[in-house]
């Protein structure tokens, strides 16, 4: 493995434990109802589907650009499929935490994306120095 992969997995791990001590926070303030049972699934859920990804992408950013465009396209549109197919497997089999999942989804959704394209972003840039 790359040592810039490394160096994500360890900035994720980080990324991760403050999200999780956010959630923790939030599990003794909020009422049970707005917690999903399923968070920490969620939590390995998008740790997993962020590492493979940039994987995938630092891996096509060192050759040209269109590649790294096709690539990042194509991983943007297998993601996009598989997290619509994990919401609606889960809503449809757990229709009473459907809310709190979904709201949970969109937000981890929102930060590990945020993430992953800020990690991309300063790992081209140094790619461009060399």
Same mark, same amino acid.
């Given at each position: 493995?790359?040592?810039?992969?490394?160096? =994500? *997995?360890?900035?994720?791990?980080?990324?991760?434990? %403050?999200?999780? @001590?956010? &959630?923790? #926070? +939030?599990?003794? !303030?909020?009422?049970?109802?707005?917690?999903?049972?399923?968070?920490?699934?969620?939590?390995?859920?998008?740790?997993?589907?962020?590492?493979?990804?940039?994987? =995938? *992408?630092?891996?096509?950013?060192?050759?040209?650009? %269109?590649?790294? @465009?096709? &690539?990042? #396209? +194509?991983?943007? !549109?297998?993601?996009?499929?598989?997290?619509?197919?994990?919401?609606?497997?889960?809503?449809?089999?757990?229709?009473?935490?459907?809310?709190?999942?979904?709201?949970?989804?969109?937000?981890?959704?929102?930060?590990?994306? %945020?993430?992953?394209?800020?990690?991309?972003?300063?790992?081209?840039?140094?790619?461009?120095?060399?």
């Amino acid at each position: 493995m790359t040592s810039a992969y490394i160096s =994500f *997995l360890k900035h994720i791990m980080i990324f991760s434990m %403050i999200l999780g @001590l956010i &959630a923790a #926070l +939030l599990y003794f !303030i909020l009422p049970p109802k707005f917690i999903t049972p399923a968070l920490l699934y969620l939590f390995l859920f998008f740790i997993g589907v962020t590492l493979t990804g940039y994987y =995938f *992408l630092i891996n096509s950013v060192r050759k040209k650009f %269109i590649k790294f @465009l096709n &690539a990042y #396209l +194509l991983s943007t !549109i297998i993601k996009l499929l598989l997290y619509i197919a994990v919401m609606v497997v889960y809503i449809l089999i757990n229709r009473q935490d459907a809310l709190p999942f979904g709201i949970t989804f969109f937000l981890l959704y929102l930060c590990y994306t %945020i993430f992953e394209i800020t990690s991309l972003i300063s790992y081209s840039k140094s790619i461009e120095k060399k």
